[in-house]
């Protein structure tokens, strides 16, 4: 079943407006993604983090590695309407291959 | 860039039907992986496979199997096809060790299909 644990569902925010959205697991992760998917297309990675800590940017993006392993968050700072899509977080258990995914933040932004 | 290619983006089929749902990917990478997409559920795994001839389910296997004859091609198939096999199906794949060399999964486009 389902180890992550992702919110909010969705948001409809503002043009402009900051946004942010995180997972928490139960389980210890190696590493954390997250991923954006936009409508007919397949997910693309926006941030890897590979570090417990570790504080990484893409532009408007920055995205935390919790330091208890067990949680990450993503930011998106001033929001503009090529923003809209789901966002997935995704976590690599300690050992092997598999990814694990969030349910998905569904976002919405009004111009 | 890494290209991962499903072979159709729509597909209409019957129950009971056996269908094939085809991938390709042109980077070398020896993992690849069949998701399948459902709304308020996420990305569920299906099957995956870190080598030619390997494959290991994942948590959502039950009325689908997988064939990897060549490294670069990744078969996922519905045996008879039902209903509740309605959803969108993503491959994606991810070179081995991907970690250490930071290279994670890269995704196709997605495949729609419907079973009517």
């Known amino acids: 079943g389902q180890q992550l644990n992702q919110s909010p569902q969705s948001m409809f925010i503002q043009e402009g407006e900051d946004v942010s959205m995180n997972c928490t697991s139960s389980?210890?992760?190696?590493?954390w993604l997250w991923y954006k998917q936009e409508p007919g297309e397949g997910p693309v990675l926006l941030i890897a983090?590979?570090?417990?800590?570790e504080l990484t940017s893409n532009g408007r993006l920055t995205a935390q590695f919790g330091i208890t392993r067990k949680d990450s968050f993503l930011n998106i700072s001033a929001s503009i309407p090529s923003d809209v899509g789901i966002y997935f977080c995704?976590?690599?258990?300690?050992?092997?291959?598999?990814?694990?995914f969030g349910a998905g933040t569904i976002l919405r932004v009004k111009s | 860039d890494v290209k991962v290619t499903q072979s159709s983006r729509y597909l209409v089929k019957r129950t009971g039907e056996k269908v094939f749902l085809e991938c390709v990917q042109d980077?070398?990478?020896?993992?690849m992986f069949w998701y399948r997409q459902d709304p308020g559920l996420g990305l569920r795994l299906i099957y995956f496979?870190?080598?030619?001839?390997?494959?290991e389910k994942g948590d959502i296997p039950e009325g689908y199997s997988v064939s990897r004859e060549k490294k670069e091609r990744f078969s996922l198939i519905l045996e008879s096809a039902s209903t509740n096999q309605t959803s969108m199906y993503l491959c994606?794949?991810?070179?081995?060790?991907?970690?250490?060399?930071?290279?994670?999964?890269?995704f196709g486009d997605g495949t729609r299909l419907s079973i009517l």
């Open positions: 496979s870190y080598d030619v001839k390997m494959k």
């Open positions: 980077m070398d990478h020896e993992n």
């Open positions: 983090l590979y570090k417990a800590g």
């Open positions: 389980s210890i992760f190696n590493t």
């Open positions: 994606a794949s991810s070179p081995a060790g991907w970690v250490m060399n930071h290279q994670p999964q890269h």
């Open positions: 995704a976590g690599q258990r300690e050992y092997g291959n598999k990814l694990v």
